[in-house]
């Protein structure tokens, strides 16, 4: 052992000139050891010093960077080879930890900062079957191989699904076995961070999942992981009563030990610090806060590392954002007042199913416009909130893509098209943040599995479609120029006429106003309605229009001269020509 006046600080494994520091919490082991290939794997290894608060600590002299390694614990009778708890890289999720340099990725200068929450369109993406072949997962390389698609749509933040370290070969990734690596088969650390330094490169934030409702629940080290437990559960990581249970295994962490907050919240942390990364998405927080997920059994412990995780990344990183799924549409997930969990934004489950019901109702009478206003309008803060019709929990087992929800003898029909993306045009236009799910630009009709790669064939047979998404992302962010008001917050409502099954509402950001006019039926309408100001509205984007597929009828969609005579509580009024199941966005000329 190397002998060192000072323990170094820190847990898990930290190589210096000399060789590698570790520490390790196993608070009821009797002695620790590390071994690996730096003892050539010997059976007694290099022993550790207990220190306070049950950790224990060594530093190998000769352990380098690529070596493995496992913790040899000794409790009673048993003897336990143990993952580093907190290794960023490892051989599988059943083999050894890999020693790695935190700090031997070169940044080359990397300095982004993520896009204010008005200007972020967010494309969420699975990394193994984005870009894959039958038989073979991808990578964080074939991911990166397609920045120049995703920055030619224009989105500027990509979700990332969980990259940690999963059991087998395929994943959702919402299993973490290692909740610190990043998965051996997406490349690793190294190949995590190239990603989001060419990402920034394209002006693309990252934000990437997180799972602290459980881990697991195979292939995991940290069950039982000092041989220590009680009712045959989990141990010093987890829950030992029932507060343990959750619909994916008996794994959820005990919030309520300081060790396990300090994991999860160094791991939130680790994130932002050492990968760059620009935000956090966390998974099924509902699972966090409450016992059973029905919203009864509190759990006072998960709210409160919600909120000491979501101060500490306010305070330390005021530029990213910290998304939570919860589905419950509370407004306390994003307060930051006492009892608040401290989130920027949430899922809002209050937009996907209506607007999927207007989407795929077979007949145009089911369609409620009411129902759909009510959608749009959201909270009165709509940048809590993020929109979409399509995400990796709603077209996947058994739940279709909206294609194929809308016709699912012909979802590349005149119908699938024209609803399809009249959808993706209303998250796009909706007060909020918007996502899109990858290969919605171009259609794609496969529901989503795993070991399912998208058909990136359509990206060129519907090109035109992917074009069009790109029209309406550039719009939404005011690329131009023209359109500033579809990037403020303030949303009212023009028109309604639930007959003729159509819609009209401004966005407004100050002084500056966008016009969005829908027609949810099957025949053109002629739209009149108020307008926020009399004069010339020039048309910015028509979903109808023939240059974005051979199928649509382009509607002559003429740009509107408002008369100064009011209607609606507005100060003018004007028509609008509006196709079948088509969007118009309008601004002033």
């Known amino acids: ?43 007694d290894g290099e022993p550790m010093v207990a220190e306070d608060g049950g ?35 490892v051989t599988h999720s059943s083999g050894n930890g890999v020693v790695y340099d935190r700090d031997g990725f070169d940044w080359e200068g990397d300095a982004f900062d993520c896009p204010p929450h008005d200007d972020l369109v967010i494309y969420e993406a699975h990394i193994g079957s984005f870009v894959a072949t039958d038989g073979d997962a991808g990578d964080l390389g074939g991911l990166a191989g397609k920045l120049g698609h995703l920055a030619e749509l224009g989105v500027s933040a990509v979700e990332l699904m969980p990259v940690t370290e999963f059991a087998g070969d395929y994943s959702w990734g919402y299993n973490p076995s290692n909740p610190f690596a990043v998965s051996s088969s997406y490349g690793g650390p190294d190949a995590l961070k190239d990603f989001v330094k060419q990402a920034h490169r394209h002006g693309i934030a990252v934000v990437l999942d997180v799972v602290i409702n459980h881990f697991g629940p195979s292939d995991l080290a940290l069950w039982q992981f000092d041989g220590w437990s009680e009712n045959e559960k989990g ?48 998974d099924a927080t509902l699972y966090v ?121 012909d979802p590349s029909g005149w119908a699938a098209q024209k609803r399809a993306i009249l959808g993706l045009a209303l998250a796009l236009t909706a007060p909020g943040i918007p996502m899109l799910f990858q290969g919605q630009e171009f259609l794609e009709r496969q529901e989503f599995r795993d070991t399912v790669p998208l058909d990136w064939e359509r990206a060129e047979q519907f090109r035109d479609i992917v074009r069009l998404t790109g029209d309406l992302v550039r719009l939404r962010r005011d690329a131009d120029g023209v359109s500033r008001g579809l990037r403020g917050a303030g949303f009212e409502v023009l028109h309604l006429d639930d007959e003729a099954k159509s819609l009209a509402w401004a966005r407004r950001d100050g002084q500056d106003v966008a016009m969005v006019v829908v027609n949810a039926s099957a025949e053109p309408r002629d739209v009149t309605t108020g307008m926020p100001s009399a004069g010339t509205w020039a048309v910015r984007f028509n979903s109808d229009a023939a240059t974005y597929s051979a199928l649509f009828a382009g509607h002559k969609t003429l740009d509107v001269e408002a008369l100064e005579e009011p209607l609606d509580d507005q100060p003018a009024r004007g028509t609008v020509s509006v196709g079948a199941y088509t969007l118009v966005v309008l601004t002033p000329a």
């Open 1 to 43: 052992m190397s002998q060192h006046d000072t323990p170094r600080p820190g847990l898990g494994s930290m190589p210096h000139d000399g060789g590698t520091a570790f520490r390790v919490w196993a608070p009821n082991a009797d002695s620790v050891a590390v071994t690996g290939s730096f003892t050539d794997w010997s059976d």
């Open 55 to 89: 950790h224990w600590y060594a530093d190998v002299a000769g352990a380098r960077p690529g070596d493995e390694y496992q913790f040899v614990i000794t409790n009673g009778e048993q003897r336990l080879m143990r993952i580093d708890p907190r290794a960023r890289a």
């Open 235 to 282: 141990g010093i990581y987890f829950y030992n009563d029932e507060r343990s249970a959750t619909p994916w295994g008996d794994t959820r962490p005990d919030y309520g030990r300081e060790e396990v907050r300090a994991y999860l919240h160094d791991n939130a942390l680790m994130w932002l610090e050492e990968f760059h990364l620009d935000g956090l998405r966390f």
């Open 289 to 409: 806060r409450t016992v059973d997920g029905l919203g009864s059994g509190d759990v006072p412990e998960g709210w409160e590392l919600m909120r000491s995780i979501t101060a500490a990344v306010r305070e330390r990183h005021p530029d990213a954002i910290l998304i939570a799924e919860d589905l419950q549409s509370d407004p306390a997930i994003t307060s930051t007042d006492d009892g608040g969990a401290g989130f920027h934004a949430q899922w809002d489950p209050g937009f996907v199913h209506p607007v999927r019901q207007v989407l795929t109702a077979v007949d145009d009478h089911e369609r409620s416009m009411a129902e759909l206003a009510e959608a749009l309008r959201g909270a009165d803060e709509p940048f809590r909130r993020v929109v979409y019709t399509e995400s990796h929990d709603e077209v996947a087992e058994g739940s279709l893509r909206v294609p194929d929800e809308v016709d699912g003898g």
